[in-house]
């Protein structure tokens, strides 16, 4: 079976992997979280190589760029764009399997293009501007990393994502203050931007709940990773 490796950026998202494998009672894979951040995935799924990882998986939240898809949807992208023209292009023996057996879980699922930042793309309009120079479906900033250690160590890569806000949605300032570096929530100055910005409480609870719906959607998928049996990935 391949040794199966994901790479997070939030330790929240590392948590349903641990939990879908630990109720399984199935040997948890590769599993690393450094933080958000394309320059912190390429180190975590570096490391994931070098401790003999076979297949890198981009495992997480996004944000919508294609004004077709809604919160809980899920992103399997064919391509990861970088904003300097690269394009690398996942697995293309895996990602068909992975979206055939994901197609069970009854899940609204996208295949397309993925674009990675080193930043937030925060605001509706920019996400407007980006689907329409590139196409790209959904945005993150972890996948790029990946993507760049995957080609540095010559292994395949998958991307999973779940869209939490759509293309339609600015992104509250506060909540860019939610999560640290190292990729765990930060309540206290979520509240305190909160406080100097009430006007963004309702926004913030509309986000509270899409980023919900996507981590509803992360939790099957995680769930079906670690299903006992034959790989998921194809293999014994």
């Not at 690269?86 to 992975?98: F, H, I, K």
């Not at 992104?171 to 929530?185: H, S």
Request: glycine share 10%; charged share 25%.
């Amino acid at each position: 079976m391949p040794r199966l490796a994901i790479v997070t950026g939030l330790a929240a998202e590392a948590k349903l992997i641990e939990r879908a494998f630990a109720r399984t009672r199935q040997g948890i894979p590769g599993l690393a979280c450094d933080g958000p951040g394309p320059e912190r995935a390429r180190a975590a799924a570096t490391r994931l190589a070098r401790d003999g990882a076979v297949l890198l998986v981009s495992f997480g939240i996004c944000g919508g760029l294609d004004p077709e898809l809604r919160p809980g949807d899920l992103v399997l992208a064919d391509t990861v764009l970088a904003d300097d023209g690269a394009r690398y292009p996942v697995s293309a023996e895996q990602r068909p399997v992975l979206e055939a057996r994901l197609s069970g879980l009854a899940l609204r699922i996208a295949v397309g293009p993925l674009l990675g930042q080193d930043r937030p793309l925060a605001g509706a309009a920019d996400k407007a501007a980006r689907f329409a120079a590139g196409g790209a479906l959904a945005v993150d900033m972890e996948s790029f990393g990946v993507a760049r250690a995957a080609q540095a160590a010559g292994l395949p890569f998958l991307v999973v994502r779940a869209v939490a806000d759509p293309a339609e949605r600015n992104l509250p300032r506060a909540a860019l203050k939610a999560i640290g570096p190292d990729g765990r929530l930060r309540p206290f100055a979520a509240l305190v931007a909160m406080y100097l910005r009430p006007w963004e409480s309702p926004a913030l609870v509309r986000l509270a709940y899409e980023t919900r719906l996507a981590f509803d959607t992360l939790e099957k998928v995680a769930e079906r990773f670690a299903e006992p049996g034959p790989s998921l990935f194809g293999g014994d």
